[in-house]
Structure formats: structure tokens, C-alpha cells
T-cell receptor, first 114, second 108 residues
Framework: NAGVTQTPKFQVLKTGQSMTLQCAQD?????MYWYRQDPGMGLRLIYY???????DKGEVPNGYNVSRLNKREFSLRLESAAPSQTSVYFC?????????????FGDGTRLSIL | GQQVMQIPQYQHVQEGEDFTTYCNSS?????IQWYKQRPGGHPVFLIQ?????EVKKQKRLTFQFGEAKKNSSLHITATQTTDVGTYFC????????FGQGTELSVKP
């Protein structure tokens, strides 16, 4: 099984450009998450989806939108990229409730905004 | 809001030495999870602790959950170069909140 697949792996954008980060999981998990990881900051939750058809804000949602396209796919969109959004983005999924099941992470998208 | 603090931020050890990272929450947790992230990699789930005072072992790794369910620790006995990486705790009081991580380097 592939687990959690993220595309692209690397991306460079100019300030003001938009892009969508894709995430798909093949573990039939209900919950999916988007995190950003910055040096010394750990993993910060951007948005999550507890089940198909629902999405909720996490700790740092400003500047982002998400879509839970179906049970497998959860995308993250930057409408107008800013240098402060330069980061490594991880998608994750879990089988049960938001916080009582292990989370499985994708390989990450390394995003640079100039 | 809920905060999870982890110390130290960095730890450099000689191979064979022990290593401990500590995790403290501002609120009582329902459970705590530990993850390991190798350099350039993604976080990988290690273990979950649920019960007050729980202790679990995985080979050279020992995980503890405090009696008050507000703190936890990960102890590695006799570190090896394969232990290199960043160790994160993640506490749950609703959503899962990650600590800042402890980056472990091991000198052969």
C-alpha cells in the first residue's frame, strides 16, 4: 500500500501566485489533516477533516483553504502565496476520531515562496 | 488554549549514552502520542499512552505518562546512530497538539 501520497514534492512560487497541494490516502481513513512544519515550531495544524464532507480550522488556517473531495482526497489551496507560507507541508490521515488514533503522514511538500 | 511544551530542543550525545526528552502540557491530556522524524523524512508514529502512570517499552525506548496525565517522557538507553532524528510528543485534549520536538544527534 502507498499509504498517504502527496504531490508535488517540491514547488517554488512567486508571491501572489496560487497553487493546490494534493493529498490522497488508500487506508480508508475517515480523518485527514494538513500541517505545516517550520524550524523550531514543530507541526502546526492548518485544517482538518474529521470525515468526508466536513472540514474545520486548525491552529493556523489564515491564507489557506481546503477541500475534502472524497474519502480518499484532501487538498490544500494557497490563493495568494506569501513568503511567510514558505514551509514544509505534511498531509496525514487517521482511522478514528481526531486524536485517539495514530496519524500516518505523507512525505511532505517543500514549498518556497519568493 | 492547550499547549504542549517539549524540552530540550536539541540534544547531542555520544553513541552509547542515554537520552531523555520531556513533554509537558498546560492541560490534562486524554492521551499522548510519540513520533520520530528522520532527517529529511516525515513523522512516524511510535506509540500511544492512555492511562495515568502508564509505562511502555519498545526495545531500548521507554515511554512514560505522568500520574496527572499532563506530562510524558521518552528515554532511550544506549543510543545508536540509527536513533538520530527529531522526536515529537503530541498530546490530545480534543485535537492533537504537537510539541516543538527534540532533535537528537549521535556522535559515533
Amino acid at each position: 500500500n502507498a499509504g498517504v501520497t502527496q504531490t508535488p514534492k517540491f514547488q517554488v512560487l512567486k508571491t501572489g501566485q496560487s497553487m493546490t497541494l494534493q493529498c490522497a490516502q488508500d487506508m480508508n481513513h475517515n480523518s485527514m489533516y494538513w500541517y505545516r512544519q517550520d524550524p523550531g515550531m514543530g507541526l502546526r495544524l492548518i485544517y482538518y477533516s474529521a470525515s468526508e464532507g466536513t472540514t474545520d480550522k486548525g491552529e493556523v488556517p489564515n491564507g489557506y483553504n481546503v477541500s475534502r473531495l472524497n474519502k480518499r482526497e484532501f487538498s490544500l489551496r494557497l490563493e495568494s502565496a506569501a513568503p511567510s507560507q514558505t514551509s514544509v507541508y505534511f498531509c496525514a490521515s487517521s482511522g478514528g476520531h481526531l486524536s485517539n488514533q495514530p496519524q500516518h503522514f505523507g512525505d511532505g511538500t517543500r514549498l518556497s515562496i519568493l | 488554549g492547550q499547549q504542549v511544551m517539549q524540552i530540550p530542543q536539541y540534544q547531542h550525545v555520544q553513541e552509547g549514552e542515554d537520552f531523555t526528552t520531556y513533554c509537558n502540557s498546560s492541560t490534562t491530556l486524554s492521551n499522548i502520542q510519540w513520533y520520530k522524524q528522520r532527517p529529511g523524512g516525515h513523522p512516524v508514529f511510535l506509540i500511544q499512552l492512555v492511562k495515568s502512570g502508564e509505562v511502555k517499552k519498545q526495545k531500548r525506548l521507554t515511554f512514560q505518562f505522568g500520574e496527572a496525565k499532563k506530562n510524558s517522557s521518552l528515554h532511550i538507553t544506549a543510543t545508536q546512530t540509527t536513533d538520530v532524528g527529531t522526536y515529537f510528543c503530541a498530546g490530545s485534549g480534543g485535537k492533537l497538539i504537537f510539541g516543538q520536538g527534540t532533535e537528537l544527534s549521535v556522535k559515533p
